[in-house]
Nanobody
Framework: QVQLVESGGGLVQPGGSLRLSCAAS????????MGWYRQAPGKQRELVAT???????NYPDSMKGRFTISRDGAKNTAYLQMNSLKSEDTAVYYC?????????WGRGTQVTVSS
């Protein structure tokens, strides 16, 4: 079992920044991918970014430029730096852990971009 706890969400004005954290604990493997997904009301969950245990990152084209994923291996924590936030970034952001045969999700953290 792997437990994921997200933090860092909240209310931010358009143009502002937030950094989300995802702390992983439990049976963490040596080879895995952690990622951030988001789901806005009435929409499907979509990928924001992923990072492997080796540090390789991946972003869909729609997320490139304003979002940066990183990780601290010693703390088993993944981060998502979000800049120049827009109202359409409002969503619940979920952390994901994918091992060789397992997958886990966090409970999510709400990000609201509004003036």
């Amino acid at each position: 079992q792997v437990q994921l706890v997200e933090s860092g969400g909240g209310l931010v004005q358009p143009g502002g920044s937030l950094r989300l954290s995802c702390a992983a604990s439990g049976s963490i493997g040596t080879i895995y991918t952690m990622g951030w997904y988001r789901q806005a009301p009435g929409k499907q969950r979509e990928l924001v970014a992923t990072i492997t245990s080796g540090g390789f990152t991946n972003y869909p084209d729609s997320m490139k430029g304003r979002f940066t994923i990183s990780r601290d291996g010693a703390k088993n924590t993944a981060y998502l730096q979000m800049n120049s936030l827009k109202s359409e970034d409002t969503a619940v952001y979920y952390c994901n852990y994918r091992g060789r045969r397992t997958e886990y999700w966090g409970r999510g953290t709400q990000v609201t971009v509004s003036s």
